[in-house]
């Protein structure tokens, strides 16, 4: 089946640092990556969409500028939080789309990176 | 607007058999899915549902009525692992996910 990976699985920063997280299709070639947040107890919330080669589409609210997204091959995409601050800790996940198949735009999902901003 | 309701948590004993209903009001329907998610973890595929009828894998069925705007996820002869949240998503006309806020599914012995 296919695989996302992503990395790191758990990080700890500081208030005002950066951090990128990796996500990759191990298999395949995504068309397009997803990236979702979720706070605890709620549904995943999606931030952005990514297409290889183009700039990613921000969902309402998201700030693109805070939230840098880099979909460098089809392959991997990276999301960079940068200057974080305590209210950006959340579960981020990352999602991979093969594309269209007959029926389906199956997402494939990523183990998610926890981020704790202290 | 954009619409997606499940029941926010069910209880079900081990061994039984629970419905999980999911109603939606989208622009447009590419297809509706459901997602399994223990906590801590990322969300795994359970059933795609594109046309109306009944899809059965081993234990999990889900159920599609495009009319009515309707799904249910059937989970038969409950194990203790299937406590998890259990995610309704559908795909609109833009091919974008909208995702129900998921049910909690709660199993005891």
């Known amino acids: 089946g296919a695989v996302v990976s992503q990395h790191p699985s758990r990080v700890i920063c500081k208030s005002g640092t950066s951090v990128k997280i990796e996500c990759r299709s191990l298999?395949?070639?995504?068309?397009?990556m997803f990236w979702y947040r979720q706070f605890p107890k709620q549904s995943l919330m999606l931030m952005a969409t990514s297409n290889e080669g183009s700039k990613a589409t921000y969902e309402q609210g998201v700030e693109k500028d805070k939230f840098l997204i880099n979909h460098a091959s089809l392959t991997l995409s990276t999301l960079t939080v940068t200057s974080a601050h305590p209210e950006d800790s959340s579960f981020y996940i990352c999602?991979?789309?093969?594309?269209?198949?007959?029926?389906?735009?199956?997402?494939?999902f990523g183990p998610g990176t926890r981020l704790t901003v202290t | 607007g954009q619409n997606i309701d499940q029941p926010t948590e069910m209880t079900a004993t081990e061994g039984a058999i629970v419905q999980i209903n999911c109603t939606y009001q989208t622009s447009g329907f590419n297809g509706l899915f459901w997602y399994q998610q223990h906590a801590g973890e990322a969300p795994t595929f359970l059933s795609y549902?594109?046309l109306d009828g009944l899809e059965e894998k081993g234990r999990f069925s889900s159920f599609l009525s495009r009319s009515k705007g309707y799904s249910y996820l059937l989970l038969k002869e409950l194990q203790m692992k299937d406590s998890a949240s259990y995610l309704c998503?559908?795909?609109?006309?833009?091919?974008?996910?909208?995702w129900g806020a998921g049910t909690k599914l709660i199993i005891k012995p």
């Open positions: 549902n594109v």
């Open positions: 999602s991979a789309q093969v594309g269209s198949t007959d029926f389906s735009y199956e997402q494939y």
């Open positions: 298999d395949f070639q995504a068309t397009t």
């Open positions: 998503a559908v795909m609109d006309s833009n091919y974008q996910l909208i």
